[in-house]
């Protein structure tokens, strides 16, 4: 079974430009994430895919993979389909660029999300939620899922309404030609309501496996993120040494 890893990388955001080559503790931010990911026990291969230069060129400074992609890509998964439409793969996996505490371990854990649910087309993960002031926010999506591992629904909103909330970890676990049915399904009416891709999923009758991980990570979106993630870091490093 052949697996690819694709980290895509966007230079143009609202909130944060530039932030796949923002310095955390003096290393690029898209450098964190190819390294952790470069951990995974099951990948064949990693590859960045970007439509900009100065992206492009920070992955090759660093030694790794990377491709140009259109800048006109609507969404991440056709940045993704585009850089692999050459060489197809049994599974994808899309590795959000802005997560630099990624490791090999929970990669392959979303990996099994997938390959460990038969009915399942995508994988991905979860975790529990443990700050109280995520509960209510819209930025933390939450997953409630069936007895089988499967997921049910994802919201911006709290559900359930009482006991615990897990939070969606957003690393996709695609078969190849799921992927590929994928990019031709027309957007959802919860999708659009939520603005969430992966209901487009659900609404259609297709299943999404998912695994729970317990790992510590920072999504950055702005630079109090990024900030967050060196603190975090440094006292990772303090606490070894």
């Known amino acids: 079974m052949k697996i690819i890893g694709v980290i895509p990388a966007r230079f143009a955001s609202s909130r944060f430009p530039g932030k796949p080559i923002e310095k955390i503790l003096g290393k690029p931010m898209i450098q964190w994430v190819y390294e952790g990911a470069k951990q995974s026990k099951l990948l064949n291969k990693i590859i960045v895919a970007t439509d900009n230069d100065k992206i492009y060129n920070t992955v090759k400074d660093f030694g790794g993979e990377v491709k140009l992609t259109s800048p006109e890509a609507p969404s991440g998964s056709d940045r993704i389909a585009e850089a692999i439409k050459d060489e197809p793969y049994d599974i994808v996996v899309n590795i959000q660029g802005d997560e630099p505490l990624i490791n090999g371990e929970v990669i392959d854990t979303a990996i099994k999300a997938l390959t460990e649910h038969p009915d399942a087309v995508v994988g991905t993960l979860y975790k529990k939620i443990e700050d109280a002031d995520e509960f209510e926010d819209p930025n933390v999506v939450k997953v409630v899922f069936d007895k089988n591992g499967y997921a049910i629904y994802f919201s911006r909103s709290k559900i359930p309404s009482k006991g615990n909330l897990y939070k969606h970890i957003g690393i996709y676990v695609y078969k190849y ?65």
């Open 177 to 241: 030609d799921f992927l590929m049915k994928f990019l031709t399904l027309d957007r959802t009416a919860l999708e659009i309501s939520e603005k969430l891709e992966q209901l487009r999923i659900i609404e259609n009758g297709f299943k999404i496996g998912v695994e729970e991980i317990t790992k510590k990570l920072y999504s950055v979106d702005t630079k109090a993120d990024l900030l967050k993630v060196e603190k975090y870091l440094k006292e990772i490093s303090n606490e070894k040494s």
